[in-house]
């Protein structure tokens, strides 16, 4: 079954470096999502990207983060200065429809826990 | 702003019982709503929708969950769980647009 997948796993850096995650969305889908779940907090959405443009993105999403499909398979999250507070995990999702009446839902990668110190 | 409540943070059953996990959204038109799962060290799976039509929807694993427009809940229940069952329940909203908004979670223990 095919599946959405993410690198690293878990990525450590320190405050005020840049890092990028990375998530190989399902093939033939082409609706791309990150999420991300601060420990022991609620899934929150961060961004959603269509055609290579971001379609929504939420307060979260600041100057700070950028989306990137730099080919046809990956899918990247950039945080450029990261801080303390960007420690989560985050999640990558695709949908191959936005349909709403036939049926949208996303699948979800397995993650990459970012710790910033 | 969109919420969806998960009152239930952690419930610790014994194999054999009943669940019910209860989810309530404040969107007040059209919605799709959707239960996920997270067992322990892996990613967040579908267990089951709802986009239209009958209000009982059956997902995956025996699980199975009520749509009560009325009463803005989408709760998940299971008739017997297992032990397997032990992991962590989203209840999740898609109201518009493309983002879903996720409830906080219920973490299940289920005891041998």
């Known amino acids: 079954e095919p599946e959405v997948t993410q690198t690293p796993s878990h990525q450590v850096t320190q405050m005020g470096q840049e890092v990028i995650l990375r998530c190989v969305p399902i093939?033939?889908?082409?609706?791309f999502y990150w999420y991300r779940q601060i420990l022991g907090q609620k899934v929150e959405f961060l961004v959603s990207?269509?055609?290579?443009?971001?379609?929504?993105k939420s307060e979260i999403f600041d100057d700070q983060f950028s989306v990137e499909r730099p080919d046809g398979s990956n899918f990247t999250l950039k945080i450029r200065s990261t801080k303390l507070e960007d420690s989560a995990m985050y999640f990558c999702?695709?949908?191959?429809?936005?349909?709403?009446?036939?049926?949208?839902?996303?699948?979800f990668g397995p993650g990459t826990r970012l710790t910033v110190l | 702003a969109q919420s969806v409540s998960q009152h239930n943070h952690h419930v610790i059953l014994s194999e054999a019982a009943s669940l019910e996990l209860g989810c309530n959204y404040s969107?007040?038109?059209?919605?799709?709503l959707f239960w996920y799962v997270q067992y322990p060290g892996q990613h967040l799976q579908l267990l089951l929708k709802?986009?239209?039509?009958?209000?009982l929807v059956k997902g995956i694993k025996g699980f199975e969950a009520e749509f009560i427009k009325s009463k803005f809940s989408f709760n998940l229940r299971k008739p017997s769980v297992q032990w397997s069952d032990t992991a962590e329940y989203f209840c999740?909203?898609?109201?518009?647009?493309?983002?879903?908004?996720f409830g906080t979670g219920t973490s299940l223990t289920v005891i041998p």
């Open positions: 709802y986009f239209s039509g009958d209000p």
């Open positions: 990207f269509y055609n290579n443009e971001i379609s929504e």
């Open positions: 093939s033939n889908h082409l609706y």
């Open positions: 999702a695709s949908s191959a429809s936005l349909d709403r009446g036939v049926g949208n839902e996303q699948f």
């Open positions: 999740a909203v898609n109201a518009h647009g493309n983002q879903f908004y």
């Open positions: 969107y007040g038109g059209t919605v799709n």
